[in-house]
């Protein structure tokens, strides 16, 4: 067994236990489900469609945060909660679909980034408890704002020859460790770091393949670790998240299957209008 495959069963069999966690957490205290905020109906048809489009690399964060204040499903401080409890299960099965293939990411590479990343995240989750809602909100358009630039440097990188390296060492993957804690840190905000990180993998040197490898088969880590920390202080909204362990579930299975014939162009393009009405959303 490769070590990628074996960090994809360690996603997809963490995802399944802390399902299961949450599961029964809901079921206890069903009351608390009854009585959230939103209508379970129209809240699952949209994250179900969320989790379809976070397979072709938009950002769910992203997403979930406009869902949660248009429907005020939470509130500002316990947003960051939502996001990350809500793609716990979901992005587990896209990084597993993501990393069967052995070619696709150096086995050190991986590695080093994940326990980087690990380590952010574990630093932010703790943070971002003590952070009141405003400053989280502040916080999220700024890095948006760096996120935002950040993608449109990747679509003019994307535009010219593309690199091919599947591996990276010395100094190369001492930068990439260090964005990798970036990305855990800031994941734990509710702020994407998919754009980010791909932007940083191109620059270094990257192929395409081994980028995607990254943001979709390893960042989900964030959110495993977060969660640990997360999950215990039950500010997320029920309805939200056994929305996404069941429907966003299904749509993250149906939509991996289905990224490959996304064309690239078309792919930048909902990233950057998807992005640019978050930062108008926050914003207002």
Request: aromatic residues 6%.
């Amino acid at each position: 067994m490769t070590i990628q495959l074996a960090i994809g069963i360690l996603f997809l069999g963490s995802s399944v236990v802390y399902g299961a966690y949450m599961m029964r957490s809901i079921w206890t205290d069903r009351g608390w489900l009854a009585e959230a905020p939103g209508r379970f109906g129209t809240v699952f048809g949209l994250t179900t469609v969320i989790y379809f489009l976070c397979t072709i690399g938009v950002s769910d964060f992203l997403l979930n945060t406009i869902l949660c204040r248009r429907m005020h499903l939470a509130e500002p401080a316990a947003q960051p909660d939502c996001n990350i409890c809500a793609t716990i299960v979901p992005s587990g099965i896209i990084a597993f679909l993501y990393l069967r293939n052995a070619d696709a990411v150096d086995g050190m590479l991986l590695a080093v980034f994940i326990v980087c990343m690990v380590v952010g995240s574990l630093v932010g989750s703790r943070a971002v408890g003590r952070m009141e809602g405003e400053w989280i909100r502040k916080a999220m358009v700024i890095f948006l704002c760096v996120t935002l630039a950040a993608l449109i440097i990747k679509m003019i990188l994307s535009a010219g020859a593309a690199p091919t390296a599947t591996s990276l060492s010395g100094w190369k993957l001492a930068a990439i460790g260090a964005e990798a804690f970036c990305a855990g840190f800031i994941n734990m905000l509710g702020i994407p770091a998919k754009p980010l990180t791909a932007t940083v993998a191109l620059i270094l040197g990257l192929s395409p393949v081994t980028t995607l490898a990254i943001t979709l088969g390893a960042i989900p880590m964030s959110c495993v670790a977060g969660g640990i920390n997360v999950a215990p202080r039950k500010k997320y909204n029920p309805k939200l998240i056994l929305s996404a362990m069941t429907g966003g579930a299904a749509a993250a299975i149906i939509g991996s299957l289905l990224a490959i014939s996304i064309n690239a162009a078309l792919l930048n393009g909902i990233l950057l209008v998807v992005i640019a009405t978050a930062i108008i959303s926050l914003i207002k």
